[in-house]
């Protein structure tokens, strides 16, 4: 009898020293199991309409949200087109970066050089060596499309117009925009246009896309929205001594709602963005308006006249604000049913519930289901899953997905997960060593 004790003892040792080692090894087993689908190819909505269905009269055309970059209409949006004055949006971006990194202050004063007040075009508001705030130059390229204000600024940045327009295309490419975007100047101007004074170094003309100009409008607005408070403005006098204001070349601005002038193409929720025009480029325009918590961007080139140009980018800001909104999905601390909990090793607990860090937001076709949505969870490596966790760890994310859009938001930890004793992980791992083996005897009769 004493012999079977030893026996036992013996046996009961070398199970927990086995059980011991496992412990320390053995992988955690997760809730929920990892459903990853595969990232939806394309941007545009599939409520995407037809250039026959806004009839547009245009050489190329793009809708986006502002938000996501989400393509919501395009037409040819990627042919290379001569953008004129839109090219200006560049030239404001690099601007208000240099404002916003301290590089140059508003109140710093500008020198127009005789390149400046010679340019052709819109503007041929400055005197050769007139001095000008930063601000006022800018009030006079936002406002007024001002060519002189544009290549002032190019060369206090830049010290010549064509070292701008090399900080103009590494910007276009960091923004993502295509290999066919193209500057050779600050102004959109042709190089004709531009005459003794063009770029030797730089080859080409001024060349962008619908769907360039669609990106650099969205990373400005995104960037460096405060461009808004200058573009918004329907007119303003250069100096305090002018007889007569600046007034912008935007017909569509709410602004205008009252201008007897302009009042037919003002638009709801419009404070922007850049028009242009040359005899190469048609009458071109990047709009952006805002409603109901929604900003959509459009862009329009190669239109006939100056009224078509307003026409045309109505049809699609219409056409967004009447077909899409801006639809909250999930809120913060919300738990989600795909991966509500995951598994701790070394814990006082053996699991932690998980909430979403923040909440997500989609632009979806007026009326979409909550059925529209798919969602799919994965946990953390499992060397994250190990106690000590705290309240707001990421231990998980989820990917939502609706009509080719996918977002990725963090799954956090809802509580605090203190490490185990030594003593309490050494019963756990008995008391599952032999209900694992209890459970395997079990399964043999």
Known sequence: MLGWKKKIVAVLGVSLLVQSFLFHIQPVSLLAADTETKKAEGTAADTTATAGDLKLEVKSAILMEASTGQVLYETNADEALPPASMAKMMTEYLTMEAIEGGKIKWDDQVTASKYAADVIGSGQLIAEGEKLTVKQMF?????????????????????????????????????????????????????????????????????????????????????????????????????????????????????????????????QGLDGLKTGHTDEAGYCFTATAERNGMRLISVVMGTKTEPKRFEESRKLLDYGFNNFQITPFLGPNQEIEALKSVNIKKGVGTSVSLVTKNGLTFVTKKGAKPEDFTITATAAEDSKLVAPIKKGDALGTAKVSYNGQEQTIDLIANEDVEKGSWIRLLFRSIKNFFGDMFSGIKDMF
Do not use: C
Not at 163 to 187: P, R, V
Not at 249 to 262: D, F, G, H, V
């Open 139 to 267: 009030n006079a390229l936002s406002i007024y499309s001002a060519n002189d204000a544009a290549i002032a600024l190019a060369e206090f940045l830049g010290g010549t117009e064509e070292n701008f327009a090399k900080m103009m295309n590494a910007k276009a490419k960091e923004l993502g925009m295509s290999d066919q975007a193209h500057f050779i100047g600050a102004t959109g101007l042709s190089r004709a246009d531009i005459g003794e004074y063009a770029p030797s170094g730089i080859e080409g003309e001024t060349l962008m896309t619908a769907r360039d100009a669609a990106i650099l409008a969205y990373s400005i607005v995104r960037d460096h929205k405060e461009v808004l408070n200058f573009t918004k403005i329907p007119s303003l006098k250069l100096r305090d001594r002018d007889k007569t204001p600046m007034i912008n070349w935007n017909w569509m601005l709410e602004a205008n709602a009252s201008n007897i002038n302009y009042k037919k193409y003002a638009y």
